[in-house]
């Protein structure tokens, strides 16, 4: 697992389309490795806070739900941009059967040439439960979709059968060939401990998203890698990456006045798990047991619970959750998770959303990566 760092780029995939044209190509133009795109039927910012006069990006974005399917981009993608690895980060399989994400990673890979990686958690309320749809044992419908999809890519396109609890299958056929005869990558987003072992059992690659405490990634590596080894598959092909949500600007001390200052504290407190409200001290204004952004429904949240989380939030909170500083502090955060295991880097900035993306920003993102990339 040794090399240079892979640094990746996390597109919003939002309209208008220019925008997502400009934003995927100017990413691979600063040296981008690989482009992602999240898999939302919705976003997590509520519509009260979505105007010009709060955030400058909603001149460009009129609406910021006004989201793009993400397998079709990347399909688009894929043959306007050569030679980049494309992902997503990340689907479910609470919307998309197993068969259907097991189609289209295949699909891609072949449009890229066997570039493609299939990012995959197990769902967040805001694109499930609006819908009709069950947001309960999404660990265990994760696990059973990942044992079907592993299934169907080693079919050889034989019939196959599986009887779970969630899916059923009777002579499925998964004719489509693999590119080269090689599955594509799988990367699991996980935290907690039973995520965890999934990521050991089914996956090519581990991307979770938040803060890491110092030495934390690294014991969390090292545990999922003790599974794959236990699964009985190779480490050395194991990618241990990482969604990097991260506001960038001039400082850190300076982002976080500024945001304490701003209409989006509130938000970002509100995405943060309770765990973390817990442990600088503080309960979170949606209740103990609330999860973040796993469980935010924007549409429910409401401006006195905003004004709860924006008078009760910190620094330190935020701090804790997100990534902040200028290009020399977050390449040296970045530097010691390189030192605790970590090889592949996918960028989402959050600070188009607070400040703008302005050419100021964008000359600090350019250079960033450029420092990234020689890690």
Not at 63 to 79: C, R
Not at 97 to 116: C, E, N, S, Y
Not at 134 to 153: D, G, K, N, T, Y
Not at 325 to 347: F, K, P
Request: hydrophobic share 45%; proline share 7%; aromatic share 8%.
């Amino acid at each position: 697992m040794a090399g240079r760092l892979i640094v990746g780029v996390q597109d919003p995939c939002v309209y208008p389309m220019w925008l997502t044209r400009l934003g995927m190509r100017l990413s691979r133009l600063m040296g981008a490795d690989s482009i992602w795109v999240p898999d939302h039927f919705m976003n997590f910012v509520p519509r009260q806070l979505w105007r010009p006069e709060l955030t400058p990006a909603a001149r460009q974005i009129p609406s910021i739900d006004a989201l793009w399917d993400p397998f079709v981009v990347l399909g688009a993608t894929a043959v306007r941009i050569s030679k980049v690895t494309l992902g997503t980060a990340v689907t479910e399989p609470i919307r998309r059967h197993p068969m259907t994400l097991a189609q289209a990673t295949v699909t891609l890979d072949h449009l890229t040439g066997g570039r493609a990686i299939l990012g995959i958690g197990n769902g967040e309320r805001e694109n499930i439960e609006p819908y009709g749809l069950p947001f309960a044992q999404q660990v265990s419908r994760l696990e059973e979709a990942l044992e079907i999809i592993r299934l169907l890519w080693a079919s050889g396109g034989d019939p196959v059968s599986y009887a779970g609890r969630f899916w059923r299958l009777e002579d499925a056929i998964f004719g489509l060939p693999l590119f080269r005869g090689r599955q594509p990558p799988i990367w699991v987003a996980a935290r907690a401990p039973r995520m965890r072992t999934l990521v050991g059992r089914f996956g090519d690659g581990w991307i979770p998203t938040g803060r890491f405490a110092r030495g934390e990634y690294r014991t969390m590596l090292s545990e999922i890698l003790d599974h794959v080894q236990s699964a009985g598959r190779p480490k050395g092909d194991f990618t241990p990456a990482l969604l990097f949500v991260f506001g960038l600007g001039k400082g850190r001390e300076e982002i976080l006045r500024d945001l304490m200052a701003g209409p989006y504290a509130g938000l970002l407190g509100l995405l943060a798990g309770a765990d973390v409200w817990r442990a600088v001290g503080l309960d979170h204004p949606a209740g103990k047991g609330y999860k973040g952004f796993i469980d935010i429904v924007p549409p429910r949240v409401t401006d006195e619970l905003l004004d709860r989380a924006r008078s009760a939030v910190t620094a330190e909170l935020l701090d804790r959750n997100y990534y902040f500083g200028n290009v020399d502090e977050l390449v040296a955060e970045v530097r010691e998770l390189t030192s605790e295991g970590l090889r592949h880097i996918v960028l989402a900035n959050i600070g188009p959303m607070m400040n703008g993306a302005g050419l100021a920003e964008t000359a600090r993102l350019w250079k960033f990566i450029r420092r990234l990339r020689r890690l």
